[in-house]
């Protein structure tokens, strides 16, 4: 994969984000994946200001004071078009480094769980936090679980792998989503673009 990811940027290094069929490619945020075979994406920030430049996101002041104003997720990756049917997700985000120097990703979870019980109906984590190491990057996995509402008051209850990594001046957070009760079950899928990641 490292090979694969070296040989497309060398094809056209001032390219900051490289797209070819499962195979994403961020340059400028250091981040490389595949998505699950035959999933669609549903959305890609291509970030127009970063396409001609050839900065990499490792140590960089001024990726750290632009990302302040980015939109994110950076790309929404589904199994079924959204406008088809209700399926798994995979929500990618991308922002500053907020730690502080004597903190650990492990360290700030409660925190990070205190923030989506205020965002998602009748959040809670499952089971404990697995702390790891993903590319070489500090690692933090999760299970969680809330209700989704749909329009006609409709409730689902969603299952949610996360993933955050850290590897300076980004954090980076995958949320992986299916529906175990509906018999929409993901996680082989997940395993496999979780093994895909590289921090490049």
């Given at each position: 994969?490292?090979?694969?990811?070296?040989?497309?940027?060398?094809?056209?290094?001032?390219?900051?984000?490289?797209?070819?069929?499962?195979?994403?490619?961020?340059?400028?945020?250091?981040?490389?994946?595949?998505?699950?075979?035959?999933?669609?994406?549903?959305?890609?920030?291509?970030?127009?200001?970063?396409?001609?430049?050839?900065?990499?996101?490792?140590?960089?002041?001024?990726?750290?004071?632009?990302?302040?104003?980015?939109?994110?997720?950076?790309?929404?990756?589904?199994?079924?078009?959204?406008?088809?049917?209700?399926?798994?997700?995979?929500?990618?985000?991308?922002?500053?480094?907020?730690?502080?120097?004597?903190?650990?990703?492990?360290?700030?979870?409660?925190?990070?769980?205190e923030y989506l019980a205020g965002l998602f109906l009748n959040y809670e984590?499952?089971?404990?936090?697995?702390?790891?190491?993903?590319?070489?990057?500090?690692?933090?996995?999760?299970?969680?679980?809330?209700?989704?509402?749909?329009?006609?008051?409709?409730?689902?209850?969603?299952?949610?792998?996360?993933?955050?990594?850290?590897?300076?001046?980004?954090?980076?957070?995958?949320?992986?989503?299916?529906i175990p009760e509906l018999n929409i079950d993901a996680q082989e899928e997940?395993?496999?673009?979780?093994?895909?990641?590289?921090?490049?």
């Amino acid at each position: 994969m490292a090979a694969m990811a070296a040989a497309a940027t060398a094809a056209n290094p001032l390219q900051a984000v490289l797209v070819d069929d499962d195979l994403y490619i961020n340059q400028r945020l250091g981040l490389s994946f595949r998505k699950p075979s035959g999933w669609h994406y549903e959305s890609i920030m291509n970030f127009k200001k970063l396409r001609d430049e050839y900065s990499v996101a490792a140590h960089s002041e001024v990726l750290n004071d632009e990302m302040q104003d980015w939109s994110l997720p950076i790309a929404t990756i589904t199994k079924y078009p959204l406008k088809d049917r209700l399926g798994p997700s995979i929500v990618v985000y991308v922002e500053p480094n907020a730690l502080e120097s004597e903190e650990t990703l492990l360290s700030v979870m409660p925190l990070l769980q205190e923030y989506l019980a205020g965002l998602f109906l009748n959040y809670e984590r499952v089971g404990n936090y697995r702390g790891g190491v993903v590319s070489g990057c500090e690692t933090v996995e999760y299970y969680s679980k809330f209700i989704y509402e749909r329009a006609m008051r409709k409730s689902i209850p969603v299952r949610n792998k996360s993933l955050c990594s850290v590897r300076d001046p980004v954090m980076y957070t995958m949320h992986m989503m299916d529906i175990p009760e509906l018999n929409i079950d993901a996680q082989e899928e997940f395993n496999v673009f979780v093994n895909s990641i590289i921090y490049i």
